[in-house]
């Protein structure tokens, strides 16, 4: 899309005008002191993000009830600090170079995607780790050509503009899910896709046990591989144990998929989100309410 700043010129966009302005002078800093800067941000928000520090620890009592309470709570702050490095890594994904992006990512598993491309359509299922952007953008320097559906942001100027250094970056591949029908006609030409179902909706679910919580999921993995005739492979991207750069998992294609039976389908599509998200459980985006919709009208946990 073509962005004109000239549309944003009046006072309210002044703030997040300031915003883009920080996350640019970040992407022109070397990676370490991104990491450096982005761990304090996140370290400090720990002790600020009262609501947010609420809703993960929940996030996290819910989901690791095996785990003693200090170590939930030292996975809490290093979440915290993921978070705080994932945004400052904004800079690095839409002004990094490709060459150099490519030196920092490692991707693993890039066998199972260019067999299941060989035989037909493919549809990469992901999750919303801290440095979402990095799987995306590993492949498309490495040649290949992904779309994403995405959810737009509120701010009018800051979704413009991630959209413009999106489409920079993918080929003018980010969908908003509003249009979910240019999506699939891609990705029934062929387009390789990309998306991710691990937030909590109302529309087009069933309650499917997640963490072995049963929890309203979304049909629509399963509804977009049918309609689009692909195999699903689950697909992230974390920061490597060094804090240098990224590492890109591909997985094999899941078996029988779809079924035609909603609630094993979405069992299915939860239970490979839950193997991904123990990969790196700090990394995951745990301040969303993901558990607020749970079977036989059980009571909202973050109430």
Known sequence: MNFDYRNYLHPRHWPTW??????????????????VIGGTLG??????????????????????PELDEPTRERMLKENFIATGRGIVELGSFWWMSDA??????????????????????????????????????????RGYHPQGMYKPAHDPLFEDFMRAQRD????????????????????????????????????????????????????ATSKIAKVGKAQVLPFFGIRNASGNGFDIYILPALKGFPSGDDVADATAVNRAMEAMIRYAPEQYMWGHRRFKHLANQQPNPYR
């Open 18 to 35: 300031v915003g883009i302005g920080i996350l640019r002078l970040f992407g022109a800093l070397p990676f370490a002191a991104q990491q």
């Open 168 to 219: 920079k970056h993918y080929d003018n591949a980010m969908v908003p899910n509003r249009e979910s029908k240019r999506f699939i006609k891609r990705l029934r030409g062929g387009r390789l896709s990309w998306y991710a179902p691990d937030q909590s909706f109302t529309r087009s679910v069933t309650y499917a046990p997640f963490f072995g919580i049963e929890v309203a999921s979304l049909t």
């Open 43 to 64: 370290w400090l928000s720990y002790f600020v993000a009262r609501e947010r520090r609420r809703v993960a620890r929940i996030n996290l009592q819910l989901c690791f």
């Open 100 to 141: 150099e992006f490519r030196q920092r990512s490692t991707v693993y598993g890039q066998e199972h995607l260019d067999l299941a491309m060989a035989e037909g359509n493919v549809l990469l299922l992901g999750v919303h780790f801290t440095c979402l952007e990095s799987s995306v953008r590993a492949l498309r320097v």
